[in-house]
């Protein structure tokens, strides 16, 4: 039912900054989350914003670099990209979870890759 469609990933020098949104059908009454996976690796979840936006989540890994929010009159979420490292370099996935349903919806990813 909820589609998720991200944008806005691309290739950039390490050190540098790019922002990613996710498009969403519905988006209101969901947290939203940001999950990447590396070439050849599983899943990383990266972060995680609740329904109104006053709460936000990171992995260590990319903490203090990475600033997640929403735009709920949008439907769109962010994920803005700072100071980046080739290991972030990565398909990245937006991720809807319905607390109503336990349901889970995925977007199809867009690719970041972090040049040395």
């Known amino acids: 039912e909820v589609q998720l469609v991200e944008s806005g990933g691309g290739l950039v020098q390490s050190g540098g900054s790019l922002t990613l949104s996710c498009a969403a059908s519905e988006f209101t009454n969901y947290a939203m989350s940001w999950v990447r996976q590396a070439p050849g690796k599983g899943l990383e979840w990266v972060s995680t914003i609740n329904s109104l936006g006053t709460n936000t989540e990171y992995a260590h890994s990319v903490k203090g670099r990475f600033t997640i929010s929403r735009d709920n009159a949008k439907n769109t979420l962010y994920l803005q990209m700072n100071s980046l490292k080739p290991e972030d370099t990565a398909v990245y996935y937006c991720?809807?979870?319905?607390?109503?349903?336990?349901?889970?919806?995925w977007g199809q990813g867009t690719q970041v890759t972090v040049s040395s």
């Open positions: 991720h809807a979870y319905s607390p109503r349903t336990g349901t889970n919806y």
